[in-house]
């Protein structure tokens, strides 16, 4: 393996250590490119080039970064919950979230050799920010690590529609925190983000307002909830399941 590799496939897990069976922490999405780290046989200790995120990745997943790969360019991202490609004889999904290293001409585009046609997919709003992006993925199953459609979790969920918007945000809730301005909630509303503490005030979750008082968020399900300067109000459960941290705009 180079120094270097990138995602060909769907999207590959990223673990905490070099064994199938270890927690998967993020997932490399395709097109994602990365820095190996450290090599210990059939596993690779991986620097996500995107997002600076590290973590173990098979080594049979992923491919060799190709020696033109446009590293300096602007990637074009994928912004509708999944698009298929045909590509040598096969159909490939391809998440949110995807990145091309070039521009789609015809309907297609050139990675690593191969051209790629797209087949299906590619539905997307034409505006509405943030909340448009996310409502796309209304329903879809919480998986920790999880980055697309198939299994997603609240920070991966932030990271992509932000991706989608050309926001290039951290991978983890604990990093995004980090990044807009803060705003009070008295004065927050459509596509702010909010962060959520625990009782020591670690962050611990993060989601997108949809207006003044609902948040669509992962819990269990990208789903949407009622908001306030409290936190979030689940009506089922008849309580606060979050407690409000910080709001910011970006």
Excluded at 93 to 111: D, M, R, T, V, Y
Excluded at 123 to 131: A, F, H, I, K, R
Excluded at 170 to 185: K, L
């Amino acid at each position: 393996m180079k120094s270097a590799g990138i995602s060909l496939s769907s999207c590959v897990p990223m673990r905490v250590e070099p064994s199938e069976k270890s927690e998967m922490v993020s997932q490399l999405l395709f097109g994602e490119y990365f820095i190996v780290i450290e090599n210990a046989g059939n596993w690779l200790h991986i620097r996500s080039g995107i997002d600076g995120y590290q973590g173990w990745v098979s080594a049979n997943t992923v491919s060799d970064l190709p020696d033109d790969f446009p590293l300096a360019s602007t990637p074009h991202v994928i912004c509708s919950p999944y698009a298929i490609c045909a590509v040598a004889g096969k159909h490939i999904h391809l998440p949110g979230g995807s990145l091309l290293p070039s521009a789609i001409e015809h309907s297609s585009f050139q990675l690593a050799g191969e051209k790629y046609t797209f087949v299906g997919g590619m539905t997307q709003p034409e505006s509405g920010g943030l909340v448009a992006f996310a409502l796309q993925y209304l329903g879809a199953p919480y998986l920790w690590g999880g980055k697309t459609i198939f299994g997603i979790d609240c920070s991966g969920l932030v990271q992509i529609i932000c991706r989608m918007a050309g926001y290039w945000l951290p991978r983890d809730a604990s990093q995004q925190v980090q990044t807009g301005r803060e705003i009070p909630s008295d004065m927050a509303g459509t596509n702010d983000i909010a962060f959520f503490c625990n009782d020591d005030g670690k962050i611990v979750h993060t989601g997108v307002l949809c207006d003044a008082n609902s948040i669509i968020h992962v819990s269990g399900c990208v789903r949407i909830d009622r908001f306030d300067g409290q936190g979030i109000f689940n009506d089922a459960e008849n309580r606060y399941t979050h407690r409000l941290h910080s709001i910011k705009r970006i």
